[in-house]
DNA sequence: CGCCAATCCTTGAATATTCAATATTCTCAA
DNA sequence: TTGAGAATATTGAATATTCAAGGATTGGCG
């Protein structure tokens, strides 16, 4: 019953190679619609997490969008340039940044959610509902059992 | 039944961030095991694909193995230095370029597919096999769906 | 045939990411 | 109380990726 791939199956049997292209394959179509606003998925995550209107420090916001730190520093400072989130400095613990969305963020926010649900509508109808939610509950579950 | 995601549902209801963190996770294991050979997944999976013997351009090479055109030359650049693979131009066709692997590269091959596989009997002992299984054939309907 | 557009791969410049080191603040135990 | 070590964020240099353009070859149509 449990059947990993032998050491001479082709790539495309192993679990790591079927989830890197159907990362790739859907986060694609996302940056498309999401490149209306010009914006890339990761920011949206940023505003999305953000768009909860608590402060939130940069590490657990690098957790939250998938980001390594100096990477998340870097483009945090564009959105900074860009109005979008604002730094305030922790006053209960000064080592940390809270970041916080912006009004006009917010109004990013709400565009680029109606891009994001309107793709995933997109899959719902080629791919089923039934199957995406199945989809979805193995992930969480995966995801469960990784950590 | 057909349940996106509503506007200001959690990120983490989002299948396109479901997919990206469940790769994210996977493949930084993956990555670990493999550093033992001091290998990047991508080189693994460009050997895996060239193991079958025969020559592959490398347009078709770039979307086996999910890299970009420019981003795969310069990855085969380091690996013809490294002698794991070699270039022969296509007779047939003098624009294109045939990627083979060399006797070294196979050895390689075959200790990073015990690696790999390793993994994947991990995952299944933690996860469960029909778990894995029922992902992977939903991983596989989606990708196929998207095309 | 001869030419023009399309295909294939590579290159170089611009951009982005990562690794290692740094600065700051906090924690806690001696 | 103070000093060592941990936690947090940022920076700069090294590395990698991407975008746009180029060179070579082919296919096919006038």
Partial sequence: MAKPPKE???ITEHLAYLLAQANREINRQLELRLSKEGVPVE???ILKVLSDGNGHSMGELADAVLLNHPTL?????RMVSDTLVYRVQDPKDRRKVLMFISDRGKALCRRLNSLAVSQE???VESYGGKSTNELKRLLESLIGSAN
């Fill in 8 to 10: 001479n199956s082709p």
């Fill in 73 to 77: 520093t870097k483009m945090i400072d």
């Fill in 43 to 45: 920011q949206w995550r």
């Fill in 121 to 123: 509508e997109h899959i």
